[in-house]
């Protein structure tokens, strides 16, 4: 996955995340468990991202970044 697949899946993603919240009257159960899904995906996306233009700045092949585990993004400081 090169850095323009990544951007278009954060889009989507993005859109998505939108679509939810922007709903009026609540959301159900499962649509509240979706944009949790969808939360922690972005974080995963933006993770992989970060790990690319990290590696291509420094002479690394960024083909080589993985999508880390949700654990582990999720567990981040801010």
Do not use: H
């Not at 159960?29 to 944009?35: G, K, Q």
Request: charged residues 40%; hydrophobic residues 35%; negative net charge.
């Amino acid at each position: 996955m090169d850095n323009e697949e990544i951007l278009d899946d954060i889009g989507a993603l993005v859109e998505e995340e939108r679509t939810l919240r922007q709903r009026t009257g609540g959301l159900l159960p499962e649509e509240r468990a979706r944009l949790a899904e969808l939360e922690v995906r972005l974080d995963q996306c933006w993770d992989l991202l970060r790990q690319r233009r990290a590696k291509a700045e420094f002479g690394e092949d960024p083909d080589t970044a993985a999508l880390r585990p949700a654990t582990e993004v999720e567990s981040y400081r801010n």
